[in-house]
Structures are given as structure tokens and as C-alpha cells.
């Protein structure tokens, strides 16, 4: 096994341990803050939330900290170069949460943080406030044991849950600023805290929202049902008709350009530990469900998806309403692969949903966002780095995996800044990021602060060579 300089790696954990209730406060103080993007009532919070991000960059030691404008929700920008010389880390995250609702199913108050058994419970305590903000004690770290061996810029935004839709215009007028060598995101997770792993690969996204019109107002039940459509049951069936019995995607077109893995990936693939009895546990679950032919590792990495996030119509409230609806609605997202494109499945969607929708209703499609499905390398000097890095403070070599999830301005980072990008997260697939009751481990907070430096440390021997 490669080893650091014993001395270093004991500088940044004693320094770590020294400080570990303050990291511990000074995380939950940005967790008390509902910095929910997604709705404007959240407004002043996401600006409020910016600005702390900003008071804890300079109280760590980065220079030229600010809050960018943007048509949304602020960037907070800030740097540290100690040589022009030396090679440039540019770190992303993203201070911006999901809602909370439903709120009866949390356990404890959203933004209210509390530890229970080991574990930081609150929302964006994982997504991504708590391993946005590693990467802030983590440079402090650095600074105050003069371990810093290069340079570090950071982009931390606000808009990541809502499809960082003005992160494109800001990448482009600052193309001068967030000039580095690499980005650094942990916005993704590992397999276990026993079984390290590195995201090589991440899927796009295309979120739709489809309305279905039926008659021109709310009909008697009685009177009209059975003689005029009900939207909400055409919604239904239309929705239905999108899968065949093998879960395939029915949209034509869909699949074109797709890459498929060899039976040699595959084979690498199923090698990453898995136990599905223990994976239909934690999820309350009898059987899995998904398309036939791939293993559920498979389906959750490297096949596109078409799922249904949320639907309504009707009488929803207590009580009886023997009401026959005007409207039917439902938010749909589909998860893209390498070799699919989001505006393309954007097209071949509407164009299938309203071919597919019977006389009696009109249909409405809206397409909200979406973002590139990625590869990255694991050749790369940055890749090695954070490898070495993992395997340092796990003692084990992670395994390098396919992320289910989308970052869609990873995609964004390549094509404007001509930067490759290295996905090292410390979450869990059972963090419950977006559910009620998002916890984030606080092994994982210390994991992630020990072994970012270790990365900076890798990364510039390596830049020599």
C-alpha cells in the first residue's frame, strides 16, 4: 500500500480531533437553515444560506470570497493560490436542499439537526450540506497545519436540486476565474463504511410534467361517469402503456444509441458487494421490481429508467367527493445512460405521449430539466489520487462503481470548462437523501474532513511526475 508521510496524516488528525465539536456545530448551524430551492416562499433562506457559506469560507482561510449573482440563487466563489504554479483543485457543491414534506413522516423536526446512533439526521445533512461543507473543514485542515500543497478554488451553488439551470451562464462568464486542473465533487456515495468505492459513471436526467384535459369542468360522478373520460384514469392508462410486462421502456426511439456493457464489464460489475436480502430490508420491501435481464446493481446504474414522481387530480381531501375531474396531472422522470441525450428524450417523450393519448382528453407536455449522463476515467492522475487517498483511510481499495443518481453540471463542467471531474462522496445508499428523516453518517463527516487532504497530497505529487 502506498503510504503519506506519517507525519502529515497525524498533523490533519489531530487537528481533526481538536476541533471535532466545533466541525460537528458549525455544520448544524447550515443544516438549521431551510435552504430549499424549489420553493421561492425559501427565498431569503437560500440567501441567508449563501452567506454563511461564505463567512465559513473566509474564517477558513480561502481568499477573494463572494457571492456571485446569478438570474437565481447566488455562487458562493472563494480561493486559496499559494503558487500560480502549482496545479489547481476546484471544488463544486451545492448549499441548495430538497423540500422536506411530507414533514409527518420525519422523526425528529427537518431543520432541527440531532445525532442518533451515529448519525446526523436533518435534511441535506448528506445532500449536500454535510459533504459540501467537509470540503471546507477539510481546507482549513490543510491551512492551519501547512498541509495546503496546492492550489483550491471553490464553486458551492444554490440551484443543484432545481436542475442548475443558470450554472451554464455563470461557468461561461467566469471561464477565467474557475480555470484548475480538476473538479472535485462529494455530492455521490460509497458502497459501505467497510467497503469504499469511487462513482466512475453517472446518469442523466429528463424531468417532464404532462397535464391531461377532459371535459371543461369538474363533473357529477354520477351523472357523467362511464359516458365522458376521466382524465385521471386516461393518465393512468397512458402512463401504464410507457412499460411493456418486462419493464421495458415502450417509447420508440428511447433506447436508440444506448451503450451497452460488454458480459466482461458485467462481470466486474457484480463483483461490488452486494446482499439483496439485506437491500429488501432496509427498504420494507418483499421483491424487487424492474426491467427483466439485468441485476439490480445493473438496473440502478447502467439502464435508463422512466418513473413517475408524483400525480394528482381530482378530490384529494378528506372525506367523499364523488367528483368525475377536469384535470389530471403527473410529474415524470426518466434516468439516462451514456449514449442518450436529455433534450432528444425530451422530444421523443412528447411526441409519444400526446401520439398516445385518445381523443376524448388533450394533453399538455412541459419539459422542466435535465442534464448528460457521464463517464469519467480511471486512468487519471485525480482518479489514482483519490484511490490512494481512500485506500489510506479506509484500508481497503474502493471499488470503482456506477452512480444511479444524476449531477447533471458534471457533463456541464467538461463541455464549458474542458475539466474532468472525480466523484468522491462518503454518503450511503440508505442516507434517505430526498425521503423524510435524511440522515448522514458522522463517521462519514470525520471520514470525508481525514481524507480529502490526503487526495490535495496525492494529486500534487502525482502533477510532478
Not at 38 to 45: E, I, L, T
Request: charged letters at 25%; one cysteine or more; proline letters at 6%.
Amino acid at each position: 500500500m502506498n503510504t503519506v508521510n506519517t507525519s502529515t496524516k497525524s498533523e490533519i488528525n489531530d487537528y481533526i480531533k481538536a476541533n471535532e465539536k466545533r466541525f460537528l456545530d458549525e455544520l448544524f448551524e447550515l443544516l438549521r437553515i431551510p435552504s430549499v430551492s424549489a420553493d421561492s416562499k425559501y427565498k431569503p433562506d437560500i440567501v441567508k444560506t449563501a452567506e454563511a457559506v461564505k463567512a465559513k469560507l473566509i474564517a477558513a482561510g480561502a481568499d477573494k470570497v463572494e457571492l456571485v449573482q446569478t438570474p437565481g440563487n447566488p455562487v458562493v466563489y472563494g480561493e486559496k493560490i499559494i503558487d500560480p504554479k502549482l496545479p489547481t483543485v476546484l471544488v463544486y457543491g451545492h448549499y441548495d436542499v430538497q423540500p422536506a414534506d411530507p414533514l409527518n413522516l420525519w422523526t425528529s423536526p427537518p431543520f432541527e439537526p440531532v445525532i442518533k446512533d451515529g448519525k446526523i439526521y436533518a435534511r441535506g445533512s448528506c445532500d449536500d450540506k454535510g459533504q459540501m461543507f467537509m470540503h471546507v473543514k477539510a481546507f482549513e485542515t490543510m491551512l492551519k497545519t501547512n498541509n495546503l500543497p496546492c492550489n483550491v478554488k471553490f464553486m458551492i451553488e444554490g440551484e443543484e436540486e432545481v436542475g442548475s439551470s443558470n450554472l451554464g451562464t455563470f461557468l461561461k462568464e467566469n471561464k477565467e476565474r474557475l480555470k484548475g486542473d480538476v473538479i472535485l465533487i462529494s455530492d455521490t456515495g460509497i458502497i459501505a463504511n467497510d467497503t469504499p468505492s469511487i462513482d466512475v459513471g453517472l446518469r442523466g436526467l429528463c424531468y417532464m410534467e404532462v397535464e391531461v384535459t377532459g371535459p371543461s369542468r369538474d363533473l357529477h360522478s354520477g351523472v357523467y361517469g362511464g359516458a365522458v373520460a376521466n382524465p385521471i384514469n386516461i393518465l393512468c392508462e397512458m402512463i401504464a402503456s410507457m412499460k411493456d410486462k418486462n419493464n421495458h421502456i415502450t417509447i420508440p426511439g428511447f433506447y436508440d444509441g444506448v451503450i451497452e456493457l460488454s458480459a466482461e464489464e458485467r462481470a466486474e460489475m457484480a463483483k461490488a458487494p452486494f446482499n439483496l436480502e439485506n437491500y429488501k430490508k432496509d427498504l420494507s420491501i418483499d421483491d424487487i421490481h424492474g426491467e427483466t435481464g439485468y441485476s439490480t446493481i445493473e438496473r440502478t446504474g447502467i439502464r435508463p429508467t422512466l418513473d413517475v414522481n408524483g400525480i394528482w387530480g381530482g378530490y384529494t381531501g378528506e372525506g367523499a367527493k364523488t367528483v368525475l375531474p377536469s384535470k389530471a396531472y403527473a410529474k415524470i422522470s426518466m434516468r439516462l445512460v451514456p449514449g442518450q441525450n436529455s433534450k432528444r428524450t425530451a422530444e421523443l417523450f412528447t411526441k409519444h405521449f400526446t401520439a398516445i393519448a385518445p381523443k376524448s382528453v388533450k394533453v399538455k407536455v412541459t419539459e422542466h430539466h435535465g442534464g448528460e449522463p457521464v463517464l469519467t476515467p480511471t486512468n487519471s492522475i485525480a482518479f489514482q489520487a483519490a484511490s490512494k487517498a481512500m485506500e489510506e483511510t479506509f484500508g481497503k481499495k474502493p471499488v470503482p462503481t456506477r452512480g444511479g443518481g444524476s449531477i447533471p453540471i458534471v457533463a456541464l463542467f467538461e463541455s464549458v470548462l474542458g475539466l474532468k471531474s472525480v466523484l468522491m462522496g462518503f454518503g450511503l445508499d440508505t442516507d434517505a437523501i430526498h425521503s423524510p428523516n435524511e440522515h448522514y453518517g458522522v463517521f462519514n463527516y470525520f471520514k470525508g474532513i481525514e481524507t480529502i487532504p490526503l487526495f490535495f497530497k496525492h494529486y500534487a505529487e502525482m502533477s510532478k511526475k
